[in-house]
């Protein structure tokens, strides 16, 4: 079976990625130091196309945080991500109302916002291979994955910035431009 470009599905593609990531850029908090000025500077956020919505929070580049995103990844219609979402927003209340890719948005913007809260001898590949276990129940293994010490901070991260009523009403904007232009209105 051919793999669809869900991209050609979206009426403006580009539009859409840069709302993504003007999304990401105004809740991100994470700065850096200018070397010369001394000056603290807002990280800035890129946006790629890669195979899955993931980010790579231990890469040594201080300017930039780099969220990939894949469209196809929203279209999923898999019965175990309904009931993932389901068990979701039963467990955090903050986050109903706004749409998954929203919350995957800022979950991705919380490994980066969280990184120095893990433990110095966390090791992300042991936490991965306990997994294999649940290769075969996919519930189990969601459930195993994101209570991951790095993913649950990272979720965490992202409900926590849902919390506030300012930040509500952004991801609200944010998800009604962006639903506005993928149906190209």
């Known amino acids: 079976m051919a793999r669809f470009n869900y991209e050609s599905k979206c009426a403006h593609p580009r539009k859409c990625v ?29 946006m790629r196309r890669g195979l899955v919505f993931q980010t790579f929070p231990y890469d040594t580049e201080v300017e930039y945080i780099t969220i990939e995103y894949n469209f196809n990844e929203l279209r999923r219609g898999d019965d175990g991500m309904a009931r993932f979402n389901r068990n979701f927003f039963h467990l955090y209340p903050a986050a109903r109302g706004f749409s998954s890719l929203t919350i995957t948005l800022l979950h991705e913007l919380g490994h980066h916002e969280t990184l120095f809260d893990l433990p110095d001898n966390w090791d992300r590949v042991k936490e991965e291979q306990k997994l294999s276990k649940y290769f075969n129940n996919f519930d189990k293994m969601y459930q195993a994955y994101f209570n991951m010490k790095d993913e649950k901070l990272a979720t965490q991260w992202a409900i926590d910035w849902l919390s506030d009523e300012d930040n509500r009403k952004r991801a609200k904007q944010f998800e009604k431009e962006f639903f506005r232009a993928w149906r190209g209105k």
Not at 30 to 36: G, K, P, T, V
Not at 38 to 45: A, L, P, S, T, Y
């Open 18 to 46: 840069n709302l993504m990531r003007d999304f990401l850029q105004d809740a991100c908090t994470l700065s850096y130091e200018d070397d010369d000025t001394e000056e603290e500077i807002v990280r800035k956020i890129k």
